[in-house]
């Protein structure tokens, strides 16, 4: 067989010549942007051009901080089809960090949205290997900025050359892009995503028992371009002259829905957090997703209200898909196998609870001390995970020994597999609560507490307990609605028809807002810290 | 990311352990055979023990002279997930080539099925590299046979080791499998298929852009698992735990008919003939094919009318394929953008006769001794195509450099590229017929002939001219209830209403069969041997 190196660049070419008016939606600050795939190609040849004018050399990093909009979709090409590695800054980081994974990934040039230019020059002076500032607005005029160099980012692409050559002549391990994950503690850690293992990932998404991302989609990624390359998506709709939206800045669940509804969107995928929001909306106003085929949600397990409610009132349906910075991100998906399809509702929806199926191309198992777990859907396990878009290590971090063990990657998440061979994931090897030499799992408890009518979110964290070493307290918010007519006896009521009475929170408290992550996710961590001496105070 | 290689083990492994009660169904000599991939895994694993037993090494050759069933499928893993290379030997190559493909692959073992047994035991004297033969029947009891050494499949597979472990560790551009081509002049030549090829193709042929292979669907290939791996299918369907349905030896039309109703086929492959002939049978019996989601068509154009009437008569999308020996073989489908789906089904129908868009992960081209032609539909060139799983030689063949220069495959198809990027093959370089320093296209008058109400096939070949250089002639097979009553002069007048006059044949000679190769294409260099005097003797 030819030797053809798997690359990113055919990825732009075909949708160039054989979709080139297919086209990217833009949500800017100056409103809806529409530009084909033929113009978006010629802009990013132009500013590939412009990044070897700036000697962009093969394997330099060039950081974004940037939103979903079509200018960084011309980054995530013009930057690895030269040879050079897209390192997309969570902006969401503190400055701590920000400075961190900037200098850690030694970034050449920053690509900067405009409305993010304050919190790069407040860390400015901290920044050690930044030669060169690229503002990207819809003007071309350069706003005033402490940065320099600084070149506006409409200027480079209206003087560059909008038929530069692409390269087809890297080899496939080339590093692409890379992305930090946010650590609950220490400073990030980066992962490298090579030209491989991107080209594969997209194969994936692409698969039909997989995402089954095809031409005649309108793929509307709300997970940020920042976050795991918003889970392949852009990389795969170019590749198949997909329609994309893309929301940009501050959108609201309100934005998002009339996004779904002007654009005929097909697929779109984020956090749990996104699509409670969403529900709100649909509930509230007259916006209707019937264009949506499917409805990806990850990050974090969904509530089985939140799956009930897309599938039983707006008939989407909604797959859960898990993954992780680590792993491209694909893993698995909730879909069900052609054997369920006679299933009822309700056991369609204990399905899609489910973490899911591994997709082709992938190996997982779950495994303690013995090896491999029964697939009983009811032994824990650390989730482990092999294959060609999975990293092999921690770039340029001591902390890779902890993860990546034996050719596998240890997630951190505990897991149960059912007989189907579903993965369901019932905590985070940190979250999980070990009381009295037994396993409870978080998430169980709070997928549980959001099943509650009046319950909006909930978190349970474990707490240092003097006997049981570890025991569950549930942090709760509730609907509007419910606001001070849900007790904490009510909700452990409810509980203790699902779960044994050790399981049941020793203590629910009421909170305005439960702390989230810079992606959305609880953020078990800080919860932990406000309520670590909770049971010693009230013992 | 993980440096994990892309072999076919993971692809059986899949289906065991995620899909262990999906079925194959086999047609055999006595009768319809199920056995779910569980069972089928334990025995391709037997099968590889008992091969390792014979001393199967890496790299070695092991030829199979077989049918479409589950043994041969068995095969199809056995022996590459060992290190072994699969040669799915051409059975219906004369004897002569049979001897030169099975000496020149220097085949080790064979597997044979029963009913070819006749053949191998004609040609076992001229065998110089076969030390064992393995007899494929539904009993464990060996036949007689003047072969020797030889084993019984079914004994091997009862006393091999059903646990037996299959290779991770083998380099991905390891040679997996390999086919001969039915070259029309010369020995046939070899291409050789790797771990890494098959794995990108199957991967493709998953893709909702391309066949979108899926777990739910059943699929039949009723093209030979012999030619060109049953176009990779097989190879697929075991990965995604797909049913698949075998339909063996010595079927007919009907028989494939009745499969597809009473398996519920979804989908199903095979050469223009094949649905000629089922079409006959639909228009006869009551049989539905109401399941078919798609109608794969390859190894020669189809005419217009055979497409319309699938879509129009029976519902069924026709979709045409490309692809050869040495493309793995999918190339490009002649599947409908999204910006097509308003058309009404006549143009619908024209997108559907054309040979196709590339799928996604190659790159083709259309040139002339200029470079690319224009996307014009009208200017003729050669189609030259390149990806990692094309071919990049012919096995051991000092022909290798009349087809592979600077990095591309050139097909020797002479082709034409739509506005759209669709190709449209017009000829076989060889069959395109050069009149007065003009082409015209053989390919394009047989469809014409085809898409007459009386015709049932068509061959048009060049015939040596004094003033033209070459001339067209068809060879013309008339429906049973037209014979007799279509005329030369018919023919032609329905021709000049699409053509100029100077595309119109010669003559146009009526046959009771057109001859065809192994594989169902028509053999013109038997025709134009048997006509090539024709216009000498007429003129």
């Not at 850690?104 to 230019?117: K, M, S, V």
């Not at 790069?120 to 005033?144: A, C, N, R, Y």
């Not at 997703?289 to 990806?296: G, K, M, P, T």
């Not at 800080?526 to 909770?534: K, M, P, S, W």
Request: net charge negative; glycine share 6%; with cysteine.
């Amino acid at each position: 067989m030819m030797d053809t190196p798997l690359l990113l660049t055919p990825f732009l070419e075909r949708a160039e010549r054989y979709f080139p008016k297919k086209e990217i939606v833009s949500r800017t600050h100056s409103g809806i942007q529409r530009i084909n795939y033929r113009t978006w190609a010629g802009r990013t040849r132009s500013l590939a051009s412009a990044l070897d004018k700036l000697n962009m050399k093969k394997g330099d990093r060039v950081g974004t901080l940037a939103w979903n909009h079509h200018r960084h979709l011309e980054a995530y090409f013009a930057v690895p089809c030269r040879g050079g590695v897209l390192h997309m800054v969570n902006i969401r980081l503190s400055p701590e960090h920000l400075v961190y994974v900037i200098n850690h990934a030694e970034d050449r040039i920053l690509l900067i949205d405009i409305d993010l230019l304050p919190v790069v020059e407040s860390i400015k002076d901290q920044l050690t290997t930044v030669e060169h500032f690229i503002i990207m607005s819809d003007e071309s005029v350069l706003p005033g900025t402490t940065l320099s160099p600084v070149y506006s980012y409409e200027k480079l692409v209206e003087e560059g050359d909008h038929s530069y050559p692409l390269l087809h002549d890297l080899d496939e391990q080339s590093p692409a892009a890379m992305c930090y994950t946010s650590a609950t503690t220490g400073n990030p850690k980066g992962v490298v995503y090579t030209h491989r293992g991107i080209y594969l990932h997209s194969m994936a998404l692409g698969m039909a028992d997989s995402l089954g991302l095809r031409e005649e989609d309108v793929a509307m990624p709300v997970v940020p371009m920042f976050h795991v390359n918003a889970w392949g998506m852009p990389f795969a709709a170019v590749w198949f002259g997909t329609t994309q939206v893309l929301p940009g800045p501050s959108f609201t669940p309100k934005i998002l829905a009339e996004l779904i509804q002007s654009e005929k969107v097909t697929i779109t995928a984020g956090v749990p957090t996104i699509w409670i929001g969403l529900l709100k909306v649909l509930e509230e106003y007259n916006i209707s997703i019937s264009s949506l085929r499917a409805l990806v949600s990850g990050g974090a397990a969904s509530p089985r209200g939140l799956i009930q409610a897309y599938e039983e009132k707006y008939g989407v349906p909604f797959i859960q898909g898990y993954g992780m910075t680590e792993t491209s991100p694909i893993v698995s998906l909730s879909k069900l196998k052609s054997s369920m399809k006679e299933f009822d509702l309700a056991e369609k929806i204990n399905i899609r609870t489910k973490t899911g199926l591994v997709v082709p191309g992938l190996e997982v198992m779950v495994v303690n001390e013995k090896g491999e777990v029964p697939w009983d859907g009811k032994t824990m396990g650390e989730l482990i995970v092999k294959g060609p878009w999975i990293a092999s290590e921690y770039y340029d971090d001591t902390r890779t020994q902890e993860a990546f063990k034996n050719g596998w990657l240890y997630t951190g998440d505990i897991a149960v597999m059912d007989e189907e061979g579903y993965i369901k994931i019932t905590d985070r090897t940190k979250d999980l609560i070990k009381s009295g030499g037994e396993w409870i799992s978080s998430v169980d408890l709070e997928n549980a507490l959001m099943s509650h009518e009046g319950v909006l979110e909930a978190a349970v964290v474990a707490i240092p307990h003097a006997s049981w070493q570890e025991r569950p307290l549930a942090c709760v918010t509730l609907k509007d609605a419910y606001k001070k007519l849900v007790t904490e006896q009510e909700l452990k009521n409810f509980l203790k028809t699902q779960f044994a009475n050790w399981w049941i929170p020793d203590s629910i408290v009421f909170m305005d807002e439960i702390p989230k992550t810079s992606v959305g996710k609880f953020l078990k961590r800080a919860l932990r810290e406000q309520l670590q001496n909770y049971f010693m105070d009230t013992e």
